[in-house]
Each structure stands twice: as structure tokens, then as C-alpha cells.
Nanobody, 116 residues
Framework: QVQLVESGGGLVQPGGSLRLSCAASGIIFSIYGLGWYRQSPGKQRELVAAITSSSSTNYADSVKGRFTISRDNAKNTAYLQMNSLTPEDTAVYYC??????????WGQGTQVTVSS
């Protein structure tokens, strides 16, 4: 059974940093693409960053230069390093695993709140 578990969310002041983790089980982690999405109240879920099985990355324009996605295949874990956070980054952050164009699983989400 595929399972993704996010962690690392919390309350941070504007300008601060957080690192989110997405731990996977039940899959051959290294062959999957991974994505981080976020959803805030009243808005659609949006892609924040993605990393392929070969570690190519892409980012939403709104987070370029501030967020970094990475993966550690030995630990079956993906990360999202978030710097220079603003209140607009407040959302529930989800990770997903994809194989080709097919989504295999979603995590349960972790809340990130940026507020003074």
C-alpha cells in the first residue's frame, strides 16, 4: 500500500524558513516523480514544485528563487525547503507521487501558516 506522510509544517514569521518532508512507503521511490502542492481556503490546489525521477525540477513562478525541492532516494523522502516566506504562502501543503502522467498517491497535508 502506497503511503505518503508530510511533516514539517507550522507557524513561522514572515521572512522565515521551513523545511517540509514527505516520507514514502510502499513504492519503489526512486522511479517516481514527486510534487508539492498547496491549497489555501477558497482556492484551488496549485503545483508549487516538482522533481522527476532523474531530479529535474520545476517551480511555480511565485516560489522561484525562494523554494527548493529535493529528494533523498536512500531515505524514500522528498523535501521542500521554503525560505523568505510571506503570508501568501499560508496553505496546506501536500505531496504526491506520480508515475508518468498518473498520480499514484497523495499525502494527508501539512499546514503552513506565515504570520507575525
Amino acid at each position: 500500500q502506497v503511503q505518503l506522510v508530510e511533516s514539517g509544517g507550522g507557524l513561522v514569521q514572515p521572512g522565515g524558513s521551513l523545511r517540509l518532508s514527505c516520507a514514502a512507503s510502499g513504492i519503489i521511490f526512486s522511479i517516481y516523480g514527486l510534487g508539492w502542492y498547496r491549497q489555501s481556503p477558497g482556492k484551488q490546489r496549485e503545483l508549487v514544485a516538482a522533481i522527476t525521477s532523474s531530479s529535474s525540477t520545476n517551480y511555480a513562478d511565485s516560489v522561484k528563487g525562494r523554494f527548493t525541492i529535493s529528494r533523498d532516494n536512500a531515505k524514500n523522502t522528498a523535501y521542500l525547503q521554503m525560505n523568505s516566506l510571506t503570508p501568501e504562502d499560508t496553505a496546506v501543503y501536500y505531496c504526491n507521487a506520480v508515475l508518468g502522467v498518473r498520480t499514484i498517491a497523495w499525502g494527508q497535508g501539512t499546514q503552513v501558516t506565515v504570520s507575525s
